[in-house]
């Protein structure tokens, strides 16, 4: 069976289209361009699925370099709604987000240093995007800046937790290989 996934060309930009386009030949992967859309048809659901999850990191402002590695390195790409979490009052979300960024891009900065994982932040949504652990430790330290635990005790979770998460799949890797 072949599934087919679209992509509206004007939702993203020409540049990022040619870099999407050469990677598809470079892999014989299957497409229609018109004018309007890009069809892109495969056999495997699961690819096309990952295929949708870069094109919207691409979309949240990830670099397709960084965005294809959800296919080609199995990265993560997560999403937070700051706005749910801001419970409808306008001034906490916008509090919540600040935290997020921190002053200058602070916290934001750190958060990508420690964790390895690379953030977007936009007008409601935290956009997260890196290998299984990288993502997984900046989402749950967001999570905590968002909730309101000080930017100190976040920064030293996600040094801890990113080693717990290591050590985890060490232990996993370790198990499989019996």
């Given at each position: 069976?072949?599934?087919?996934y679209e992509?509206e060309?004007?939702e993203?930009?020409?540049?990022?289209?040619?870099?999407?386009?050469?990677?598809?030949?470079?892999?014989n992967?299957?497409f229609?361009?018109?004018?309007?859309?890009?069809?892109?048809?495969?056999?495997d659901y699961?690819?096309l699925y990952?295929?949708?999850?870069?094109?919207?990191?691409?979309?949240a402002?990830?670099?397709?370099?960084d965005?294809?590695?959800?296919?080609?390195e199995?990265?993560?790409?997560?999403?937070i709604d700051?706005?749910?979490?801001?419970e409808?009052?306008?001034?906490?979300?916008?509090?919540?987000?600040s935290?997020?960024?921190?002053?200058?891009?602070?916290?934001?900065?750190?958060?990508?240093?420690?964790?390895k994982?690379?953030?977007v932040?936009d007008?409601?949504?935290v956009?997260?995007?890196?290998?299984?652990i990288?993502?997984?430790?900046?989402y749950?330290?967001?999570?905590?800046?968002?909730?309101?635990?000080?930017?100190?005790?976040?920064?030293?979770?996600?040094?801890?937790?990113?080693?717990?998460?290591?050590?985890k799949?060490?232990?996993?890797e370790?198990?499989?290989?019996?």
């Amino acid at each position: 069976m072949v599934y087919q996934y679209e992509i509206e060309r004007k939702e993203i930009s020409q540049v990022t289209v040619d870099k999407l386009l050469k990677w598809l030949s470079e892999h014989n992967i299957k497409f229609l361009k018109t004018d309007h859309k890009i069809i892109i048809q495969h056999d495997d659901y699961f690819f096309l699925y990952r295929l949708d999850k870069v094109i919207s990191a691409i979309k949240a402002g990830f670099r397709f370099e960084d965005a294809i590695k959800i296919i080609t390195e199995d990265w993560e790409y997560l999403v937070i709604d700051v706005k749910k979490a801001a419970e409808k009052k306008s001034n906490h979300l916008l509090r919540m987000l600040s935290r997020v960024i921190g002053e200058k891009g602070k916290a934001k900065s750190m958060l990508e240093e420690l964790t390895k994982a690379k953030i977007v932040i936009d007008d409601r949504f935290v956009h997260i995007l890196g290998d299984k652990i990288s993502s997984q430790a900046a989402y749950e330290s967001i999570r905590k800046l968002i909730k309101g635990s000080p930017h100190s005790s976040v920064f030293d979770f996600a040094v801890s937790y990113k080693r717990h998460l290591k050590n985890k799949e060490r232990e996993a890797e370790y198990y499989l290989s019996l």
